[in-house]
Nanobody, 127 residues
């Protein structure tokens, strides 16, 4: 069992930046890829980005690459999602997640492969 603890988020104006953090509760969690997703009101959960255990591989939703950057600090056992040039349509609840299949070098955008989810954090971008 891996618990993911999220922090960051909040209210920002259009064009602003935010950084989200996601920390596995155990060092075991550091061996797995971590993904970021979001869910806007009335919509399904959307894949954003994922990074493998040693930061050698990343996978992004194509439409977000360039504005969102995923990174990992192994010493802090924390994964970050840096979000720049934010738009009102980025308003959503953001989640990090990991899964038992996601050890070492396997990356996926498939929600079904993610077993453990963070508590979610609200990001609101005002126009």
């Amino acid at each position: 069992q891996v618990h993911l603890v999220q922090s960051g988020g909040g209210l920002v104006q259009t064009g602003g930046s935010l950084r989200l953090s996601c920390a596995p509760s155990t060092r075991t969690g550091s061996r797995y890829a971590i993904g970021w997703f979001r869910q806007a009101p009335g919509k399904g959960r959307e894949f954003l980005a994922t990074i493998n255990w040693d930061s050698t591989k990343t996978l992004y939703e194509n439409s977000l690459k360039g504005r969102f950057t995923i990174s990992r600090d192994s010493a802090q056992n924390t994964v970050y999602l840096q979000m720049d040039s934010l738009k009102p349509e980025d308003t959503a609840v953001y989640y990090c997640a990991t899964g038992k299949k996601l050890a070492f070098y396997y990356l996926t955008r498939d929600l079904a492969d993610y077993d453990y989810w963070g508590q979610g954090t609200q990001v609101t971008v005002s126009s």
